[in-house]
T-cell receptor, first 116, second 113 residues
Framework: AQKVTQAQTEISVVEKEDVTLDCVYE???????LFWYKQPPSGELVFLIR??????QNEISGRYSWNFQKSTSSFNFTITASQVVDSAVYFC?????????????FGKGTKLSVIP | DAGITQSPRYKITETGRQVTLMCHQT?????MFWYRQDLGHGLRLIYY???????DKGEVPDGYVVSRSKTENFPLTLESATRSQTSVYFC????????????FGPGTRLTVT
């Protein structure tokens, strides 16, 4: 069975600090996809990134970066120079092709508060 | 407008009543999903559909019914609402084989009194 663990329930940082959100996953599949979603206070779910299991390259997008390590089954998300607008709940999710469902298994989320 | 919409956005209903949450997408994605979001649980899959007339259970299907007669619509029905079904419900869609990420509707906040 798939499982995603986000051990950090809540994190508070002061604006301009760097922050890393941890995500550890479990799956028996060799082909799978990992995702990060952002849920701001307004409530919508915003897709941030997708990573395939066969592509371990780290990715950087502006102040956001993602570190995917298959050896430790982790897909961590770092925000550099955090801003108040980064305050949100962040979800890590896993999807495999098992049974062809492509359903997402979500972690319970990490609530990030960026204090001005 | 293109995208995925949900209606109503807010609903208050009484225990025992039937309520239907609507989901509509304009991308012609083959897959559609219903999740519920509860504090401490994150998002959990209720039902999904791979195509019109093909649906299957997710992690928490009890008390819910779905149908999909048209590709673009995926309604979720609570046949006899219970207080434990008070939650925020999200509909999502994607097209495996293309982009695997799911795109979510704005959510429906349902309160069962």
């Amino acid at each position: 069975a798939q499982k995603v663990t986000q051990a950090q329930t809540e994190i508070s940082v002061v604006e301009k600090e760097d922050v890393t959100l941890d995500c550890v996953y479990e799956t028996r599949d060799t082909t799978y996809y990992l995702f990060w979603y952002k849920q701001p206070p307004s409530g919508e779910l915003v897709f941030l990134i997708r990573r395939n299991s066969f592509d371990e390259q780290n990715e950087i997008s502006g102040r956001y970066s993602w570190n995917f390590q298959k050896s430790t089954s982790s897909f961590n998300f770092t925000i550099t120079a955090s801003q108040v607008v980064d305050s949100a709940v962040y979800f890590c999710a896993l999807s495999d092709s098992g049974a062809g469902s492509y359903q997402l298994t979500f972690g319970k989320g990490t609530k990030l508060s960026v204090i001005p | 407008d293109a995208g995925i919409t949900q209606s109503p956005r807010y609903k208050i209903t009484e225990t025992g009543r039937q309520v239907t949450l609507m989901c509509h997408q304009t991308w012609s994605h083959s897959y559609m999903f219903w999740y519920r979001q509860d504090l401490g649980h994150g998002l959990r899959l209720i039902y999904y559909s791979a195509a019109a007339d093909i649906t299957d259970k997710g992690e928490v299907p009890d008390g819910y019914v779905v149908s999909r007669s048209k590709t673009e619509n995926f309604p979720l029905t609570l046949e006899s609402a219970t207080r434990s079904q008070t939650s925020v419900y999200f509909c999502a869609s994607n097209e495996p084989g293309g982009r695997y990420e799911q795109y979510f509707g704005p959510g429906t906040r349902l309160t069962v009194t």
